[in-house]
């Protein structure tokens, strides 16, 4: 495993699988002393983390999270000094860096739960965002603070406004207001708002969930998500999804999974 100098990545061994693996990782950020705001090393190594986990297939599910009282308050004020002096092409690469670390997260093809222990601001939505579940401490506090220092959330864009949905973004692109758990919840950002001696609770539950499906079910049902959302009701569509339940149905653990419901016993992912 890759040596990363502002994460901690584990593969947890409170989650050890029967066969003796551990399928769960976890990526934390680890600057707490300016509360995870990211620069580009950050940003190389949440990029690589999820492109190594992801190719990991013992790995059945990565948790994100963070140290310290802050989730993330977006991007790190020296690496925003050392922008004021970039070029548009250097602008443009460091954008790009960015963008790809986001598309890391949400294309990684292990299911991605982000466990939020503290406030989130700015490029640390993007994180939350492109991640498949979100789970949110109900003290923490959430900010697209862009606008107040003349820029907009334009890398993080895509993954927020697919999350909140275009009026919600409206509002919170535009005003920069800061807002509860609870409407973050509501929204759309966050699945579940708990308290703090819940947090570890609720995301065990949700991994004992992710760990008893099939990871090739999970693995496709990724994917169906995105594939299918905002797309027209077409002939197009209907086939696409006709071939998709046709291949699953077939593969080895489609039918593995319906072998063991019929004879009552626990399919092979499970032993």
């Known amino acids: ?122 490029g640390g939505l993007g994180l939350v965002a492109a991640c498949d579940i979100v789970v949110a401490v109900d003290t923490a506090h959430f900010c697209l603070s862009e606008v107040r220092i003349g820029l907009i959330p334009a890398t993080i864009s895509p993954y927020v406004i697919k999350a909140i949905g275009q009026s919600a973004a409206r509002r919170y692109f535009i005003t920069a207001e800061r807002f509860s758990a609870e409407t973050a919840q509501r929204i759309g950002l966050v699945h579940e708002a708990v308290g703090i001696d819940a947090l570890d609770e609720t995301v065990s539950a949700l991994l004992k969930s992710l760990l008893a499906a099939s990871p090739a079910a999970v693995k496709d049902a990724k994917r169906l998500v995105r594939d299918v959302a905002g797309q027209p009701l077409s002939a197009e569509l209907i086939a696409a999804t006709v071939e998709g339940i046709a291949r699953s149905r077939a593969s080895e653990q489609g039918r593995e999974g319906v072998r063991a419901f019929l004879e009552k016993r626990k399919p092979s992912w499970l032993n």
């Open 1 to 122: 495993m890759t040596t990363y100098q502002t994460l901690i990545v584990e593969r947890n061994t409170s989650n050890t699988s029967n066969n003796g693996s551990a399928p769960v990782a976890t990526i934390t950020l680890n600057r707490p002393e300016v509360r995870n705001a990211f620069n580009q090393e950050t940003i190389a190594e949440i990029t690589r983390a999820f492109t190594e986990l992801g190719a990991i297939a013992e790995v059945r599910a990565i948790v994100l999270t963070a140290n310290g009282v802050s989730f993330c308050a977006g991007a790190d004020l020296n690496w925003m000094k050392a922008m004021a002096d970039y070029t548009p092409e250097q602008n443009r690469e460091d954008a790009g860096q960015l963008a790809e670390m986001l598309q890391a997260i949400y294309d990684c093809p292990k299911p991605v739960i982000a466990r939020v222990q503290g406030d989130c601001y700015a």
